[in-house]
Structures are given as structure tokens and as C-alpha cells.
């Protein structure tokens, strides 16, 4: 952290500032987040890889990206900050790594990718054009789409060059191992959702009183926080910086040099269309003059710190006095928790890194440059965490109650029709005699196999990975043990299991082989990349800064 800045230091923070500004060669692109006060060496604010520096605005780009592609998967729960800050750095040093083995995908290989990857194998049609319609509706961006495209393209080609030699798999090994995918199941069960035994269950007050006292950690309301903070806006000093840039006499150079280092894949409209060069190069100064007026609103924050450095103590209280002597606004957040981006600070999704580096020994933060500006906060509230009485989660804990008490009840309904199936079953009763004979209805499934990755016509409830688990444990005739799912389980019988017929492996084995072999040779590349990563000290450059004097400035 920056620590106490004197007075005398901010001429040393103008050098840098100046330095930085005046001396720029390549331009990464545009910033989409703030991971400031995390500390880096080498070239880049990170270090380098094979010499090619890490910027923290390409760790900014995939920063966003990886919150991108959470949102895409449509993840259950956030992922934490610092994971997610780990995964940008994978993502920036899995593109430099492609960068410097020469690896370039080219614009139209990566349409052709686009093409196939995004086609309704219904239609035949593109739905594309639907997947950025439906980015742009979240606030997305295409090309952080794209760039991720492109880069799943570029580790590929890599995988296959640190591949294990294709002939390591065989054709008749491939060939067993294709007979095994693709059987067919064909296997009709009984199934014991939770939902048909809500009814059946009785709420006491004893019961539910021992539930929730078993349960508090579930209902506790984890810590928020309330910050305030005075932000310096970068827009202040887009001016300037436009005008040090015309100033530059060997801006052009400059800007062919940026151009040809990237690439002219990185430049791509707002359709996702290549950009001409000399739109590419505008953008290239755009984004020049951005950072660099970001950095100038740096300058302005870093002298209103020393200023705040000078009152003694430094308080969180510090700063609404200094802002009111500058004529600065001070903002508040509304209360958040450590996962949360709270609004008016979304130019900095990295807050959780801030909140670990205040504290009352450090209760402002330095100053951070985020997409917009410069900030600095500082910590108003801390509320902790508390676990609320259980009249005040009652309906909560309720339905959590009964959610719970009926899939026992299913699950018990479902092990005890196994032990009564299998009886039945070696005394010469069918699957469906014995499940009818018990007022179970028996679903038929649609067949699948191994392979299945989707299966039309599965009922919504039926997990097909624990499906395949169960019918591929089994000989035909054969009732399988009562299996547990998310919504209660299942007792799968199975019918018999087809071989693929001989036009089915001749036709499908070309493919299969190809991919058998690429799968089975991944296994040196992840270790190799998990090798250089670590070497790289890319992961520990990422990690919060926890000792406030790590980066303190000299006196």
C-alpha cells in the first residue's frame, strides 16, 4: 500500500506520472477495471511473460471478461473477488503465451469458428446475432465475447503443440472406446421428487425450532460495508492529455508501433467486423488519451492525500473535512457485502481487494485508478455479521423445513421401493407390475448413452449424468440400487443396452479417433501450463497486498 505519503513525495509521484505518460509504446486497451495497490515489477505493473509485459488494463479486460463468462454460464453464486482476479491473470497469460510461441488466429478463422459454434442444429441458421442482442440487454460487450473466442482457439492450437504424439492412440483402442460411448441405454425408472411429499409434511414448533438451531450459519447475514469516497473524475483532464499527445513528434510511429504489436485482430467494430487501420489507430490514441488522463486524475488524487496525510490522526472522518475544504463531494455507498459491486463504484468491480487493505491502523485507501478517474475511500461502517432471530427468517426456515422433510420422505419411499422391486423381480414380476402394484408411475426414457450430452424428451427432473452412472453399472433385466438426486432419486430398470451398429462406427470413427487422440493428449499441456504459471509469479503478483507498508514511497 501506499502508506503515508509526505509532502515532499507528491514531486515524486509527478515524475512517475509524467514518466508514464510521455513514455508509452504499446497500448494494451481499454480499461475495464481497477485491480490497483496489488504491486507488480518487471515491464508490466505485473511482471513480464517471455518478456512481453502484463498490463494492469489487460488484467482489467479480463477481469471483466471472466465476469463475463460467470454470467454466461449463468453461475449459481458470484465467484470470489480474488479467485476471479486469478482468473483474469490465467486468461492474460495464457494470450501472452500464445503471443510468443507465434500462434495468431486470424479474424476469419474465427468467423468460421462463430459460424459453426453458434449454429441452430435445428435450422441450420446462425443464432449469433441473438447471443449479442442478449449481451448488449446485461450490458455486455461483444468483444470481450470475442476475445475469449478467440483466445479458447489460440490455447487449442497450443494444447496440440505440447500434445502427446497421436500415434500414442491407437485405432483399435479408439474404436473399443467408441463402441463403449455410444451404446445405447434403454431403461425406464421410477422417480421420487420431493414436491409429491410436501403436503405430507407436519411443522411443530419443536421441530422446526431444532431445525433452525442446527441451520443458524444458513440464515446468517453476512458483514456489509458503507464506504465514502471522493472520486476524480478522468474526463477532468482529457484535454491535456489530448494535447501532450498532438505535442508527440513521433506520435505516428508510435501509434503504427502499437498497431502492428497487437495485431489487427484485437480491433474489431461494433458489429464484430475488423477495423479498417485508421480507425484502429484512433481507437489505439482514444485509448491512450484515456489512460492517460486516468492517470492525471491519479495526480489530483495523490495530492489530495497528502494532504489528507497531514491531519493527525487520519480518519475515515478525514476526508469529508478535506473534500469540504476543496469543495469535493464525498459519495455513499449504500451497505454491500464483500461479494457485491455497490452502485457508483463499478468502475472498480475489484472493491473487495480495497476493503482488505483498510482497516483502523490504514482507514483510507490510497489512490485508485479505475476505468473513469481516480478514487479514494474510505471506510465509514463496518456492519458485522449477525444471525436474526428465528421469528424474523420464520417463513424462510419454514419452507426450508418441509423442503428438507419431503425429500427424506422421497428418498425413504424410493429405498424401500428398491428392496420391494428387487423381490419382485426375482420372483418373475415385471418392473412395471411391481411399481404399478405400488401406485408408482414408471417412466420410459428415451435412449442414450455414454456419450449423450443432451438427450430430447428426458423429463426436466431427471439428471442425465446420474441417469448414465446407474444404467451403465447394470446388465439388462436388471433394477439398479435407488439412486439420491437434487430432488429426491430415482430406481432405474434397464431394458438392454444396443451396440452401435457397424455403418454407425464406420462413419463415426474418423471424427472420434481425431478427438480421442486430442483428449487423451491434453494431459502434458495442462501440466505445462500450470508449470509456467506458477513460474511466471503471476499468481502471487495478483494476490491482495495485506502489509501496508509493502509499497510504501520513499521518504
Excluded: C
Aim: charged letters at 20%.
Amino acid at each position: 500500500m501506499i502508506g503515508t505519503i509526505r509532502k515532499h513525495s507528491a514531486v515524486l509521484w509527478w515524475v512517475i506520472v509524467v514518466a508514464v505518460i510521455v513514455s508509452f509504446v504499446v497500448w494494451i486497451g481499454p480499461a475495464g477495471t481497477a485491480l490497483g495497490g496489488r504491486g507488480g515489477a518487471g515491464q508490466g505493473e505485473y511482471g513480464d511473460v517471455d518478456g512481453r509485459p502484463v498490463k494492469q488494463a489487460a488484467i482489467q479486460d479480463a477481469y471483466r471478461q471472466a465476469q463475463l463468462r460467470e454470467r454466461l454460464q449463468r453461475s449459481q453464486a458470484p465467484m470470489p473477488d480474488e479467485a476471479r482476479v486469478q482468473m483474469a491473470g490465467q486468461m492474460v497469460f495464457a494470450d501472452l503465451k500464445i503471443a510468443s510461441m507465434g500462434i495468431s488466429v486470424s479474424d476469419e478463422a474465427l468467423a468460421a469458428f462463430i459460424r459453426e459454434r453458434y449454429k441452430d442444429p435445428a435450422t441450420g441458421q446462425s443464432r449469433y446475432a441473438t447471443l449479442v442482442a442478449e449481451l448488449a440487454a446485461i450490458g455486455a460487450r461483444e468483444d470481450d465475447m470475442l476475445a475469449m473466442e478467440r483466445r479458447g482457439i489460440g490455447q487449442s492450437i497450443l494444447a496440440d503443440i505440447l500434445s502427446i504424439p497421436e500415434a500414442l492412440v491407437t485405432p483399435r483402442e479408439a474404436e473399443q472406446d467408441y463402441r463403449r460411448d455410444h451404446e445405447e441405454a434403454v431403461a425406464s425408472a421410477v422417480f421420487f421428487n420431493g414436491s409429491n411429499y410436501l403436503s405430507k409434511v407436519t411443522v411443530t414448533p419443536e421441530a422446526l425450532g431444532r431445525f433452525f438451531t442446527n441451520r443458524m450459519s444458513a440464515y446468517q447475514i453476512p458483514e456489509k460495508f458503507v464506504l465514502g469516497y471522493v472520486r476524480f473524475p478522468g474526463s477532468n483532464h482529457l484535454a491535456a492529455a489530448e494535447a501532450e499527445l498532438a505535442q508527440m513528434p513521433d506520435l505516428t510511429n508510435r501509434l503504427e508501433k502499437a498497431y502492428s504489436q497487437r495485431g489487427t485482430n484485437d480491433f474489431v467494430d461494433d458489429q464484430g467486423a475488423p477495423m479498417a487501420k485508421p480507425a484502429a489507430m484512433a481507437r489505439i490514441r482514444q485509448e491512450a488519451a484515456r489512460e492517460s488522463s486516468n492517470l492525471r486524475a491519479r495526480e489530483a488524487a495523490v495530492a489530495f492525500y497528502n494532504e489528507l496525510s497531514q491531519k493527525s490522526p487520519m480518519a475515515a472522518e478525514t476526508l469529508d473535512a478535506v473534500a469540504k475544504q476543496r469543495g469535493l463531494a464525498v459519495q455513499i455507498t449504500q451497505p454491500f457485502t464483500r461479494n457485491d459491486t455497490p452502485a457508483g463504484l463499478e468502475a472498480l468491480p475489484g472493491v473487495a481487494s480495497v476493503l482488505d487493505s483498510l482497516s483502523a491502523e490504514t482507514p483510507v485507501s490510497e489512490p485508485i485508478v479505475g476505468t473513469d478517474g481516480a478514487y479514494i475511500m474510505a471506510l465509514k461502517v463496518r456492519i458485522p455479521a449477525a444471525t436474526p432471530p428465528l421469528e424474523a427468517v420464520r417463513a424462510r426456515v419454514t419452507e426450508d423445513f418441509r423442503r428438507q422433510e419431503s425429500l427424506q420422505a422421497a428418498r425413504s419411499a424410493g429405498q424401500a421401493f428398491h428392496a420391494s422391486v428387487t423381490n419382485a423381480l426375482a420372483s418373475g414380476k415385471s418392473f412395471p407390475e411391481s411399481a404399478s402394484g405400488q401406485g408408482f408411475a414408471v417412466v420410459d426414457l428415451p435412449a442414450f448413452t455414454l456419450s449423450s450430452t443432451t438427450v430430447p424428451g428426458l423429463p426436466p427432473y431427471a439428471d442425465l449424468a446420474s441417469l448414465k452412472n446407474a444404467a451403465f453399472a447394470l446388465q439388462a433385466g436388471q433394477a439398479g440400487s435407488f439412486a439420491f438426486s437434487r430432488d429426491g432419486g430415482f430406481v432405474l430398470y434397464l431394458k438392454e443396452r444396443k451396440q452401435p451398429s457397424a455403418d454407425a462406427v464406420k462413419s463415426g470413427m474418423p471424427g472420434y479417433l481425431k478427438e480421442r487422440r486430442s483428449r487423451g493428449a491434453r494431459g502434458p499441456f495442462v501440466q505445462w501450463f500450470t508449470s509456467e504459471w506458477e513460474k511466471s509469479g503471476l499468481r502471487l503478483a495478483l494476490e491482495p497486498r495485506r502489509d501496508t507498508n509493502a509499497m510504501s514511497m520513499p521518504q
